[in-house]
């Protein structure tokens, strides 16, 4: 079936629908990892977006159900050159295309990726509409301006807190769209962790005692957060606190930082990122569209992306507080910044590195 994917600059694509056939708007993206399909539709930071593979051959190894991010997957639509009709992998529990049959998500194949990536690389992220019929330009006018991705956490966030047992560290994670490699990373260092909706009190975290919180990844803008600043400010002066990219966002806005939106983001999993402190660099995964502006005095960067040296890694001067703008938890992607997870296991030992 023909479908059209119609940009907010007014071009538009033709390719073929598939997966479920509906209408959809979203925040057009795009995505370079050659793999990992399946982690990039399960992770809630997609919330709201129309993702485009730049790998032109999509589907090839299947979905199983091990290597999901999360219950769903979230995006609004996925855009790719090719999808692959027969999957072959022994982990293969379905095809790419049931699979978002079941989820109610639609994809659209057959359009030149490689031009599509070139505009949004030199316009910017834009909204975008894919679309089974004909759309007079008052249409498209009215459904682009009635998309917004505000409040994208409150739609991903868990209703309650919920816990996963463990003999270890007991730690709290603020659930702004948490992926699920940053529990079972945790879990892999024995921890305890109870999971807390975004706008949980704080009274309510902290009475559960934790050695030490984590601020989830998530969707949307860091400054739609901006209400919960207090809560954060509190976490940086009472237990170790570890920010993973919007955690990391909001870890600086709350401190006094700033954030700004970039022109198409981080996707993708070889962003070569540079540890200040050890001298080193390391390839990271990716998955972003906010970045820190300005940092405040109180906190110290600590890792800059060598593609165009904006921050990656801020450590408070006075307290063991630290955050992450790439995914040290991987999935997909490589896993070389996983010594964080050890540095956060340290702080909340009472260890000096970041304190
Ligand atoms: N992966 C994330 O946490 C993304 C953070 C934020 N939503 C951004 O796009 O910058």
Redesign the pocket.
């Given at each position: 079936m023909k479908a059209q994917l119609i940009l907010e600059n007014g071009k538009k694509f033709e390719g073929r629908a598939f997966g479920y056939k509906q209408e959809s708007v979203g925040e057009l993206v795009f995505t370079t990892g050659m793999t990992g399909y399946q982690e990039v539709l399960t992770?809630p930071?997609y919330h709201g977006q129309i993702v485009t593979f730049t790998y032109p051959l999509i589907g090839n190894y299947g979905i199983n159900l091990e290597d999901i991010e999360s219950a769903t997957p979230h995006p609004k639509a996925l855009i790719v050159r090719e999808k692959a009709n027969y999957p072959s992998n022994w982990r293969c529990e379905m095809g790419l295309e049931g699979y978002l049959k079941h989820h109610k998500i639609m994809g659209i194949e057959a359009l030149d990726t490689r031009e599509l990536t070139k505009i949004i690389r030199d316009q910017g992220t834009m909204k975008a509409i894919i679309t089974l019929r004909e759309l007079t330009e008052s249409q498209i006018a009215q459904k682009l301006n009635q998309f917004n991705n505000i409040h994208?956490v409150d739609r991903v966030t868990t209703s309650h807190s919920y816990e996963v047992l463990g003999e270890g560290k007991h730690v709290a994670i603020i659930d702004?769209?948490v992926k699920e490699n940053i529990l079972r990373s945790l879990q892999l260092r024995n921890c305890k962790i109870t999971v807390f909706p975004a706008r949980a009190k704080v009274k309510e975290v902290l009475s559960i005692n934790p050695d030490g919180i984590l601020l989830?990844?998530?969707?949307?803008?860091?400054e739609d957060l901006m209400d919960i600043a207090d809560n954060i400010r509190t976490f940086v002066e009472t237990k170790p606190v570890f920010g993973?990219?919007?955690?990391h966002?909001i870890l600086n806005l709350a401190l006094g930082g700033s954030s700004k939106k970039?022109t198409f983001?981080h996707r993708g999993c070889n962003h070569p990122v540079k540890d200040l402190q050890q001298g080193k660099v390391y390839i990271t995964s990716q998955?972003?569209?906010?970045?820190v502006n300005e940092v405040p005095e109180t906190l110290e960067i600590t890792h800059i992306n060598l593609n165009d040296q904006s921050v990656e890694g801020l450590r408070h001067r006075k307290h063991p507080a630290f955050s992450v703008q790439f995914?040290p938890e991987a999935s997909p992607g490589p896993q070389e910044t996983k010594y964080l997870f050890d540095e956060f296991m340290n702080a909340m030992k009472g260890g000096q590195d970041h304190a």
């Amino acid at each position: 079936m023909k479908a059209q994917l119609i940009l907010e600059n007014g071009k538009k694509f033709e390719g073929r629908a598939f997966g479920y056939k509906q209408e959809s708007v979203g925040e057009l993206v795009f995505t370079t990892g050659m793999t990992g399909y399946q982690e990039v539709l399960t992770d809630p930071s997609y919330h709201g977006q129309i993702v485009t593979f730049t790998y032109p051959l999509i589907g090839n190894y299947g979905i199983n159900l091990e290597d999901i991010e999360s219950a769903t997957p979230h995006p609004k639509a996925l855009i790719v050159r090719e999808k692959a009709n027969y999957p072959s992998n022994w982990r293969c529990e379905m095809g790419l295309e049931g699979y978002l049959k079941h989820h109610k998500i639609m994809g659209i194949e057959a359009l030149d990726t490689r031009e599509l990536t070139k505009i949004i690389r030199d316009q910017g992220t834009m909204k975008a509409i894919i679309t089974l019929r004909e759309l007079t330009e008052s249409q498209i006018a009215q459904k682009l301006n009635q998309f917004n991705n505000i409040h994208a956490v409150d739609r991903v966030t868990t209703s309650h807190s919920y816990e996963v047992l463990g003999e270890g560290k007991h730690v709290a994670i603020i659930d702004f769209g948490v992926k699920e490699n940053i529990l079972r990373s945790l879990q892999l260092r024995n921890c305890k962790i109870t999971v807390f909706p975004a706008r949980a009190k704080v009274k309510e975290v902290l009475s559960i005692n934790p050695d030490g919180i984590l601020l989830s990844n998530g969707p949307g803008d860091p400054e739609d957060l901006m209400d919960i600043a207090d809560n954060i400010r509190t976490f940086v002066e009472t237990k170790p606190v570890f920010g993973i990219c919007l955690g990391h966002q909001i870890l600086n806005l709350a401190l006094g930082g700033s954030s700004k939106k970039m022109t198409f983001g981080h996707r993708g999993c070889n962003h070569p990122v540079k540890d200040l402190q050890q001298g080193k660099v390391y390839i990271t995964s990716q998955n972003h569209g906010y970045v820190v502006n300005e940092v405040p005095e109180t906190l110290e960067i600590t890792h800059i992306n060598l593609n165009d040296q904006s921050v990656e890694g801020l450590r408070h001067r006075k307290h063991p507080a630290f955050s992450v703008q790439f995914h040290p938890e991987a999935s997909p992607g490589p896993q070389e910044t996983k010594y964080l997870f050890d540095e956060f296991m340290n702080a909340m030992k009472g260890g000096q590195d970041h304190a």
